[in-house]
């Protein structure tokens, strides 16, 4: 007997748990009264007299509560409030058909817009309880259930679940048969794959079958994501799993190359130095200096030869080329470092993939915080920072100067230049009283000194300025239409010892021009590099030459390098006299050399020596490595002294 009642009991949980709809009483077929209402209440609605259709609504299920078109109405009266935004009220009408113990074919119609209700109230646990009950139901017309499942994709978006999100969505690319809509929610769910999920999440959908064909999108996320994470070992896992498990999918050439690259880190050629450097395009000529100071440094040619090679690869100036560049240096040539790029433009391609593969590389360009893309790049150039720093020094620790203004060209390299200058002043406790940036190849620059000094404004100094007139009108015999104040009645305000220009020697002479033309003197003029053409810069600088400041590389003289192994060695193998290209890159060689001649033969060997690198020999004296992993080069502070460029001596004073 107790059998027999434990069998009635899993039976009858077995049919409580069937998603089909509970018995409900059939409608009362609506009486003509009933439905000359509810066409009254169309009416109303197509005239927009709200007010008088809802009563007619509470009327009509009030006296005839058991037909189908009471319960037709009560979805009409939430329709009413959903679009007037009352939305507690519109989920009270809605709820109402759904709970009613009347049957009715728009039942789950009805359950969707009060689910729908709750979400717009921001309710939405209770709108996915909702829900629920009707996407499990068996009987729910499919045009209805997609926009459950829409709804429902967007309840878990708002609760932040995004696998759940994720699991309707794929459930909608089931359902429908339109190619076009399969193909949106392909890609809207790969959308969300790639940009918004975590490791976990990731591998939860990995995981799961019901994911289908956002596995292999997973896998390869976290895939990328452990070679990014420099963990070797588990991204060759999911990469091996997409080949294994998705052999279809498009991402699978994608995985093989990343084996590839994973495999070919195990195998290094300690002898082989990879390059990647413009030798095409715009930057040809830097690229070719650079590999022959490169040649030189590593002893390929030259007295002091060795047996390394240079596997070396054009990036023509693209980033995607020099990207490739790398992977092939890797995976075919084992490169045990790799050297590029001589140009901003690659820079970043070049050091993000070196360092995702685990292969040091040492960047010979001045791109801005190369060094902090990974712990595997390095730096060997004379950065912004580097001579911002010295200028700014040199000016207030050299010249006792304090108050600062900028006047920069609003391109790329003035504001990054601005930018380091002014948070370099501030550092140091000095002050910026001005700062003016200009269109790129401004010629008139009258507006812009105009402001730094305080007389483009004259409505700012009223009070001096009617003064001044007075007295000027005093000194003329008669004041005419022709003889008008002159221009420059207010004097110029210069609350700044030094003017920081990081531009060229055109824009100088320009500048040097107009601050003469306002009667602005007795003020420093600071530059960078660009001013380093002693013939232009004298020409175009005019006296504001005379006792201005700008930096740049250290080079020796000629007559100093005249017994120096570097530079006789490279006239002797390349005819030609090396520019600070070849210099930069014959450090990097001989640096490299020296690393490698102790026999370090691994990747990570390398790294670690760079990182201690101490003392490492350099053409004018020894190089050390700094904690950001930038190779410290020295900077020099030049100024115009008679009419000739000199370095300024330390301590020297104005």
């Avoid at 817009?113 to 939405?124: C, D, P, V, Y």
Wanted: glycine fraction near 6%; aromatic fraction near 10%; hydrophobic fraction near 35%.
């Amino acid at each position: 007997m107790k059998k027999l009642f434990f069998l009635s009991v899993v039976i009858l949980f077995y049919f409580a748990g069937c998603s089909t709809a509970p018995t409900k009483r059939p409608p009362q077929k609506a009486p003509a009264a009933a439905i000359k209402i509810y066409n009254s209440i169309q009416a109303d609605l197509a005239s927009n007299k709200k007010p008088s259709a809802l009563k007619k609504i509470e009327k009509l299920i009030k006296d005839f509560p058991e037909t189908d078109i009471a319960l037709d109405a009560r979805i009409v009266k939430g329709e009413i409030y959903f679009r007037a935004g009352k939305f507690e009220q519109a989920y009270d009408s809605f709820i109402a058909v759904v709970k009613s113990e009347i049957s009715t074919p728009r039942e789950m119609e009805a359950l969707y817009w009060a689910a729908r209700s709750l979400n717009s109230l921001g309710r939405w646990d209770e709108s996915s309880n909702l829900l629920n009950q009707g996407a499990n139901r068996t009987d729910v017309p499919k045009n209805t259930l997609a926009l459950m499942y829409e709804l429902k994709a967007e309840v878990h978006r708002q609760l932040g679940d995004k696998t759940e999100m994720l699991r309707y969505i794929i459930k909608l690319e089931e359902i429908t048969d339109d190619s076009a809509k399969k193909e949106h929610y392909r890609a809207r769910a790969f959308a969300v794959v790639d940009t918004s999920l975590d490791i976990k999440q990731l591998d939860y959908i990995a995981s799961q079958p019901d994911f289908r064909f956002l596995r292999a999108q997973a896998y390869y996320n976290l895939g990328v994501y452990y070679i990014e994470d420099h963990d070797y070992s588990r991204a060759r896992d999911y990469f091996f799993n997409i080949v294994d498990l998705f052999p279809q999918s498009p991402l699978v050439e994608k995985s093989k190359n990343y084996l590839d690259q994973i495999n070919a880190r195990r195998i290094v050629d300690s002898k082989t130095v990879g390059v990647v450097i413009p030798l095409t395009g715009k930057y040809a000529q830097v690229g070719k200096k650079t590999l022959m100071g490169l040649q030189l440094g590593l002893g390929i040619y030259g007295k002091q030869k060795s047996d390394y090679k240079l596997a070396v690869i054009d990036s023509e100036g693209n980033p995607d080329s020099a990207r490739r560049a790398v992977e092939r240096l890797v995976t075919e040539d084992h490169a045990i470092a790799i050297v590029g790029s001589a140009s901003s433009k690659t820079a970043l391609a070049i050091a993000s993939k070196a360092d995702e593969l685990g292969v040091p590389s040492i960047d010979l360009s001045q791109k801005t915080g190369i060094s902090e893309v990974g712990e595997s790049v390095f730096r060997n150039s004379v950065t912004s920072e580097m001579y911002v720093q010295e200028l700014v020094r040199v000016a207030m620790e050299e010249y006792n100067i304090n108050r600062f203004a900028l006047l920069y060209p609003n391109d790329a390299y003035g504001v990054e230049y601005a930018n380091i200058f002014w948070n370099e002043v501030i550092k140091r406790g000095g002050q910026i009283n001005g700062a003016q940036p200009y269109p790129r190849n401004e010629k008139d620059f009258k507006g812009q000194i105009q402001r730094l000094v305080g007389t483009f404004y004259i409505e700012d100094r009223m009070e001096e300025y009617k003064l001044r007139l007075k007295e000027w009108e005093k000194k003329q015999k008669r004041v005419s239409q022709r003889n008008l104040p002159p221009e420059d009645l207010l004097p110029p305000l210069v609350d700044f010892e030094a003017l920081f220009i990081p531009d060229d020697t055109i824009a100088l002479g320009q500048i040097a021009s107009m601050l003469k033309y306002n009667d602005v003197g007795g003020i420093r003029l600071l530059g960078t590099n660009l001013w380093n053409k002693p013939s232009e810069f004298f020409a175009r600088g005019q006296t504001f030459a005379e006792n201005s400041l700008f930096v740049d590389s250290y080079t020796p003289s000629e007559s100093e390098l005249k017994g120096n192994y570097f530079y006789q060695e490279f006239g002797r193998v390349f005819g030609q006299k090396p520019t600070v290209f070849e210099i930069q890159a014959y450090d990097t060689g001989r640096i490299l050399r020296q690393i490698l001649d102790r026999g370090t033969d691994s990747r990570t060997g390398v790294i670690s020596s760079l990182k201690d690198g101490r003392d490492f020999p350099g053409i004018f004296g020894p190089l050390s490595v700094g904690k950001n992993r930038e190779i410290i080069r020295q900077v020099v502070a030049f100024t115009g002294n008679n009419g000739q460029i000199q370095a300024v001596t330390p301590s020297r004073k104005p």
